[in-house]
């Protein structure tokens, strides 16, 4: 059974990657995920305003002993103006990818356009192999237009590109007015991959101790239908690689975005719930799947039930949620 396949121009045995998790803060976590099988590893985010806030806290300290002996300036880590938060993710990123032997992938969350291309650049010639951009841009300014908000991400796609040579994916948000049209535009301003979707986190509100709590929980399964959805529209008609994320549990889950076109298919949620081992589950669940069904590589099922090029994507969705509620119907209250 092949399993192998490519994403963004990188060679990868298997299709199951690892997305950015706390399981990559380190470089044993990244090993402990290369041992239960996956075939690459997205690092943690680096965040732009961590690093800022850094330099900042660095600059205070060493102002504040500026009019005591110089020698006390060697009792800081890091001389004056250097930033701890890059050169920390750039020694994750190289000392772990020299300690597996496949594909680590950096991601990155910047803030203003200066940020993403100069970090993008500091990646690249630390030695990585390809970014993901997490693009998370919430407009609290009511007066801002869905233009505006979609303009900045091929704006920071564009800037990324135009500094580093390596592949570039875009994690996708599923909240934008006409994802498709915006998948579009990113794969012609020169997106390698579209990652769908990213998941934010939705803080909620305690009544009980009547304080905003963090809204941040696993994915399941039944969360996989609108990328898969989106996926099978969008195959064959971007250029770009089309990765899945989010909703996957089991092998039939990594089975079902496979059919709907996904190069890869991303998950954090599972290896989180049941360890890093679960990777193998998933991989010898999928090759069973594969033999039994007939198939002998990826070629030979991947895309298998995206829409055909040239159907009217319109009129099969509508055609799609009509019998669906005519089942529901049928299922709630029998046949008409």
């Keep these: 059974m092949d399993l192998s396949t490519t994403y ?98 950096a991601s990155l969350n910047g803030v203003t356009p200066g940020g993403w291309s100069a970090y993008a650049k500091s990646i690249q010639d630390a030695g990585g192999v390809a970014i993901e951009l997490n693009i998370y841009h919430v407009p609290g300014d009511s007066g801002i237009s869905g233009r505006d908000v979609e303009q900045r991400h091929v704006e920071v796609l564009e800037s990324v590109k135009g500094a580093v040579r390596v592949p570039v994916a875009v994690k996708l948000s599923p909240f934008f007015s006409s994802p498709g049209e915006m998948a579009m535009r990113l794969d012609a301003a020169g997106a390698d991959a579209l990652v769908l979707f990213n998941r934010f986190m939705h803080p909620d509100v305690d009544a009980e101790s009547l304080e905003v709590a963090p809204g941040i929980g696993l994915s399941r399964p039944a969360d996989a239908r609108l990328p898969r959805a989106w996926i099978a529209l969008l195959r064959g008609r971007v250029r770009a690689a089309l990765a899945a994320s989010t909703g996957v549990e089991d092998p039939e889950d990594v089975a079902k975005y496979l059919l709907a076109g996904a190069d890869v298919v991303m998950t954090t949620s599972a290896l989180l719930r049941h360890g890093p081992a679960h990777a193998a589950t998933l991989i010898d669940g999928l090759s069973a799947w594969m033999a039994r069904k007939g198939f002998q590589s990826m070629a030979d099922l991947r895309g298998k039930l995206a829409v055909p090029r040239g159907a009217d994507e319109t009129a099969l969705e509508r055609s799609g949620y009509v019998a669906a509620m005519r089942r529901a119907n049928v299922k709630q209250h029998g046949p008409w």
């Design 8 to 105: 963004m121009g990188l060679s990868l045995r298997n299709p199951l990657v690892a997305s950015a998790s706390p399981l990559s803060h380190t470089v044993d976590g990244v090993r402990r995920l290369a041992e239960g099988g996956v075939s690459a590893v997205v690092l943690h985010s680096l965040f732009e305003e961590e690093l800022a806030e850094q330099a900042e806290r660095n600059e205070r300290l060493t102002q504040a002993h500026t009019d005591s002996f110089a020698e006390s300036l060697s009792y800081f880590p890091a001389a004056a103006g250097e930033e701890l938060g890059p050169r920390r993710y750039l020694s994750l990123l190289e000392r772990a990818s020299a300690a597996v032997d496949i594909p680590v992938i």
